[in-house]
């Protein structure tokens, strides 16, 4: 009787209900380590980056893009923190939100979202140039990857970049997200995050949904809603404006 | 029954995901505009509404709740199947235009803030 073969194939058939036990086990470890902490930091940002160790552990023991998942025995991590379940858990965050809060962001949280995609693209843009990428469709590329890990392999698809340009993007949108997820506790209090107003700010400028969706939990879950609802219309409005207009604007710069 | 609010809460994301991929047809982008954004939308109204019409009580409300006290773990296990090793490997251009703009970003949200408080 192979006791383990028998353990991990139960984990193998039983995905979703693995990533239970082992989320659950990561939760109480990092919530005990937030208690030494005597409350400074705060369970669910430890339980984020404990997470993140996790990817970095299960991309580095397999060679994997799929972080702790890509561990075939915990794949069902994958599935539980997957497109589907999370966004049904942002959306189920709205119940309890204040409609009356959201109607007070008005133009500014508008204008969040065009400051936060223009940034971050002139940001890309400028790194790319720096690092010898001097044609338009690259630098494009690069830019768009910083605004989002989605709008960058985007746009350079519609542009027709080279796959080594769009993997950079994508790595620009990642490190953009985990240093969302890792820095926004850290600053919050700097930056005044402790309203629904300033949280939708900060969801329109940042727009990556993962970070934003982790970055606020850790500060405030009852901001959680906020932050989602502008963060969830600025990789929409970033895979409209980067392959345009953004795109037009630099190649009559630089053309 | 809870598997009322549980019905609502899917019910709410269907909409609203089909209307942001309908939107992101017709703007011709290769993306989900504002779906999810959307979906919580219609949840704020119609549990809102539910709540003082008497159709949706606590044991329905409790289908919804429980989703969304499950938020935090969903987002440890999300955080958990990023590619860390790409985004650290990836070299110093990813990561430096990365961290700055994420920085910048950060730097706004006072600013807005001052500015939507004004307004």
């Known amino acids: 009787m192979d006791l383990a073969a028998m353990f991990s194939k139960m984990f193998v058939s039983n995905g979703l209900i693995g990533a239970f036990i082992v989320v659950g086990v990561v939760t109480f470890i990092a919530y005990k380590l937030a208690g030494i902490t005597k409350g400074r930091i705060h369970g669910s940002a430890v339980a984020i980056f404990a997470g993140l160790v996790l990817a970095y552990i299960g991309g580095s023991l397999t060679g994997g893009h799929k972080g702790f998942a890509s561990i075939p025995m915990f794949a069902g991590v994958g599935f539980m923190g997957g497109g589907m379940l999370r966004d049904f858990a942002i959306v189920s965050t709205a119940f309890g939100a204040d409609l009356r809060e959201i109607k007070k962001c008005g133009i500014a949280g508008v204008l969040s979202l065009f400051i936060g995609i223009i940034t971050s693209f002139v940001v890309g843009i400028a790194f790319a140039y720096m690092w010898g990428y001097h044609d338009v469709v690259s630098m494009a590329t690069i830019g768009a990857g910083v605004v989002t890990f989605v709008v960058g392999p985007v746009t350079g698809a519609a542009l027709g970049a080279s796959s080594e340009v769009v993997a950079i993007s994508i790595a620009a949108g990642v490190v953009k997200s985990v240093t969302v997820m890792i820095a926004t506790p850290l600053v919050a209090d700097l930056l005044g995050l402790r309203n629904p107003q300033a949280a939708m700010m900060y969801g329109g400028l940042m727009g990556t949904t993962s970070g934003t969706a982790a970055g606020m939990a850790a500060v405030d879950p009852k901001l959680v809603p906020y932050a989602a609802m502008t963060a969830t219309f600025y990789t929409g409005m970033g895979c409209l404006l980067c392959p345009s207009i953004l795109y037009l604007a630099l190649n009559a710069v630089m053309g | ?119």
């Open chain 2, 1 to 119: 029954m809870a598997i009322y609010g549980v019905a609502l809460l899917a019910g709410c994301m269907f909409a609203g995901v089909f209307l942001g991929d309908v939107l992101g047809v017709l703007l011709n982008v290769k993306a989900n505009v504002g779906g999810v954004g959307f979906a919580m939308f219609f949840l704020i109204i119609l549990a809102n509404r539910g709540i003082d019409k008497g159709w949706l009580n606590e044991k329905s409300q409790s289908g919804i709740s429980f989703w969304s006290a499950m938020y935090i773990p969903i987002v440890v296990a999300m955080s958990s199947i990023q590619d860390v090793v790409a985004a650290l490997s990836s070299g110093p251009l990813a990561i430096l235009s990365g961290l700055l703009g994420t920085a910048i970003a950060f730097a706004f949200v006072p600013v807005l803030v001052k500015m939507g408080s004004k307004g």
